[in-house]
């Protein structure tokens, strides 16, 4: 049975940091892309951030680059997302997802994943 597993969400204040990790079990994705996507509340689930199953490549949401890193590591079967300079529209749930192929692109849309997470809270006070 495959389950990803979010961490590290919270309360913050605007301007500080927060590190959400995402756990996988279940099997290995070392080699298949994964994402983050989040949703706020009344608004529908978006892109955040992908990086490709060898770390080498990532994309990320324009609203977030620049501020926001993923980045994984194969050897703990986990994938990261590091993100500064918080503001108060940061604010949603943050979930982690999982290509089950193989496929070379770093997909956007929330369809191209077959496994999801529960979702972490993150919430940025101004």
């Known amino acids: 049975q495959v389950q990803l597993v979010e961490s590290g969400g919270g309360l913050v204040q605007a301007g500080d940091s927060l590190r959400l990790t995402c756990a996988a079990s279940?099997?290995?994705?070392?080699?298949?892309?994964m994402a983050w996507f989040r949703q706020a509340v009344g608004k529908e689930r978006e892109f955040v951030a992908a990086v490709s199953g060898g770390g080498g490549r990532t994309l990320y949401a324009d609203a977030v680059k620049g501020r926001f890193t993923s980045s994984r590591d194969n050897a703990k079967n986990t994938v990261s997302l590091q993100m500064n300079s918080l503001q108060p529209d940061d604010t949603a749930v943050y979930y982690c997802?999982?290509?089950?192929?193989?496929?070379?692109?770093?997909?956007?849309?929330?369809?191209?994943?077959?496994?999801w997470g529960q979702g972490t809270q993150v919430t940025v006070s101004s």
């Open positions: 997802a999982a290509d089950a192929q193989t496929t070379v692109g770093l997909p956007t849309i929330q369809y191209a994943y077959d496994y």
């Open positions: 279940g099997r290995t994705f070392s080699r298949n892309t």
